[in-house]
């Protein structure tokens, strides 16, 4: 993989405290077509709870299905459904698509939602496979999880440490009563995607998308520390990635990495006084990630981040790199749609509204002063009146709040 780290500012003022946008940068290399690739070992986990009855359950089972008949024999699948209580309908197996849709056809809607015990079942049966496998649970539910553990934050902590063994999580939200909250939390503490399938019809599309996604897999417990230079502070870390601190600095965790995509992580540094023209060291950070595959092998890269001091007149001279403005931008307006939903489930609807206006209008000026990054500014801030707009016209919907916490989600992940 290639890593590199770009500042907004190259050139910084001597003798100035400055706050400085970064951006790590990671591409993903696609590698080479070939019919090899790592075993896939996945556990569907279908919500079976009476409100999935009808159109939802017959598309679940119909895209699991069809995600059987496009395994390998090299492959594996689980299958574990959940209503109040769980049940292994076909434990881990070289895949047969006979058999799993035998599985499947048996699949009735019942009572309650064990989210948590669907879930644990599923990572029973992956906890035991090879490390060489891509190991993913994906999960679908369209309801709350209302029965065994229901505490979002402890759902997403049990996703995290199965990420650290190698298993990730993939949520597929169906319709407009469940938890996005829990489901974005728990994909991005898993390492894996948060879909939303907002009609039946959706889902289709996103199993092929994950599964084309699991057979591009190139590494797995991606993450980069950030350790700024003495006197460097690390203000914040921008993207919506689980986040710990280390010694000497933070830990972004970026979950599994795709042949062919390029991830963003954008942080802010402040940085002190510089007192002499020239070079200077201001933070250094540390990949981290294991390859799968013929080879399982872990790989650290260390990438300094160097900027240069100079007089104000160069300084102000300088053009700022346009590409981490864009960043810059589009994470903004992600993190105005998270605090627009804030203050709406605070019951303060008129706040969430006038934010949303307020950033569009900061967005609009920047455009007009910002040519390098204009037309990302002017598009986020059109969609940030659309969201405003849907806002005067009433209560937020529940279709409205996926809506805006997806979009966000998936800024926010930097792909």
């Known amino acids: 993989m290639k890593a590199a780290v770009r500042p907004e500012h190259h050139l910084l003022a001597v003798e100035h405290e400055h706050d400085v946008n970064c951006m790590f940068e990671l591409a993903v290399p696609a590698g080479e077509e070939t019919s090899e690739r790592p075993p896939l070992h996945v556990a569907l986990v279908i919500d079976r709870s009476g409100s999935m009855g009808g159109e939802k359950l017959e598309h679940a089972c119909r895209c699991a299905a069809w995600l059987g008949e496009r395994l390998r024999p090299t492959d594996e699948v689980a299958l574990v459904t959940f209503d109040d209580g769980v049940r292994l309908m076909l434990p881990r197996t070289p895949v047969d698509a006979t058999r799993l849709a035998a599985a499947l056809a048996s699949v009735r809607p019942g009572g309650s939602t064990n989210l948590s015990g669907g879930w644990l079942k599923g990572l029973e049966q992956l906890r035991s496979s090879p490390e060489g496998a891509t190991r993913r649970i994906v999960l679908l539910t369209d309801g709350m999880a209302n029965v065994g553990i229901t505490d979002g934050g402890t759902l997403a902590e049990l996703a995290r440490r199965a990420q650290a063994d190698g298993v990730g999580t993939t949520t597929i939200g169906f319709g407009a ?202 598009d986020q801030a059109a969609l940030l009146d659309d969201e405003a707009v849907e806002l005067e016209r009433g209560p937020m919907t529940a279709h409205q709040r996926k809506r805006l916490r997806y979009e966000s989600t998936r800024r926010r992940r930097g792909r």
């Open 177 to 378: 009563d469940f938890d996005e909250d829990l489901l974005t939390a728990m994909a991005d503490a898993g390492g894996g995607n948060a879909h939303w399938a907002e009609t039946p019809d959706m889902a289709p599309g996103i199993f092929a998308r994950e599964f084309d996604g699991l057979t591009r897999l190139s590494a797995q417990n991606v993450s980069v520390e950030i350790r700024p230079s003495a006197s460097v502070e690390v203000l914040g870390v921008l993207n919506e990635y689980p986040q710990v601190a280390v010694p000497g600095g933070v830990q972004v965790q970026l979950g599994d990495a795709y042949g062919g995509e390029t991830r963003n992580v954008v942080f802010q540094l402040h940085i002190p006084h510089l007192a002499a023209l020239g070079p200077v060291a201001v933070a250094e950070l540390i990949l981290r990630y294991v390859t799968i595959g013929d080879e399982v092998a872990s790989h650290e890269e260390v990438i300094p981040l160097v900027v240069n001091a100079v007089s104000a007149a160069d300084a102000a001279a300088a053009v700022p790199d346009a590409e981490v403005r864009r960043q810059v931008i589009v994470l903004a307006s992600a993190r105005a749609r998270d605090e627009a939903i804030r203050m709406t489930d605070a019951g303060d609807a008129a706040a969430a509204h006038r934010l949303l206006r307020r950033t569009a209008s900061d967005l609009r000026t920047t455009a007009a002063f910002d040519p390098a990054a204009a037309q990302t500014a002017s």
